[in-house]
């Protein structure tokens, strides 16, 4: 997962988009104009290294958080990250733990019609409600 957030970050498209959202874009002096992604991408990457450079790691950390870390509240994690094999991820993160999962059926509704509502809860072996979802997404999800 890591991974993939880091190669997100690290993308061209997203450092740009860092890069003009801090203003680079009206002082960078180059040939292009308007500047590439690639430009911009590297301008900002120098603006980390001259941060660095001049104040610390310390302060890059604090750099990135309020500016690059920010950007991911408001993605879905499923753009960034596409998992193949979901429940087989989770089984093995539990079992890793010691614990098991165990879907229950918590709620229906119109059972016998065509709109019919069923709603599934994942537990741990410890009887800990773990997530909920509709039965239809959670069978997609099992696959």
């Known amino acids: 997962m890591s991974s ?36 911009l991408s590297r301008v900002f990457c120098g603006v980390i290294s001259a941060i660095q450079n001049s104040s610390g790691r310390k302060r890059v950390k604090t750099f990135i ?22 429940w087989a991820m989770l ?6 733990k010691g ?11 119109g059972k016998n019609t065509l709109l019919s509502v069923f709603i599934v809860g994942l537990y741990t072996s410890e009887k800990k409600l773990i997530g909920t979802g509709n039965i239809c997404k959670m069978l997609k999800w099992l696959k």
């Open 99 to 109: 614990e098991t999962i165990e879907p229950r059926l918590l709620r229906q509704a």
């Open 4 to 39: 993939a957030i880091q190669g997100y970050l690290t993308s061209d498209s997203v450092l740009s988009n860092f890069s003009s959202q801090i203003g680079t874009k009206d002082l960078i002096q180059c040939n292009e104009i308007p500047p590439t992604e690639e430009t």
């Open 65 to 86: 958080e309020d500016f690059v870390l920010t950007h991911l509240c408001d993605k879905d994690i499923n753009e960034i990250w596409d998992v193949q094999k979901p």
């Open 91 to 96: 089984t093995d993160i539990l079992s890793s």
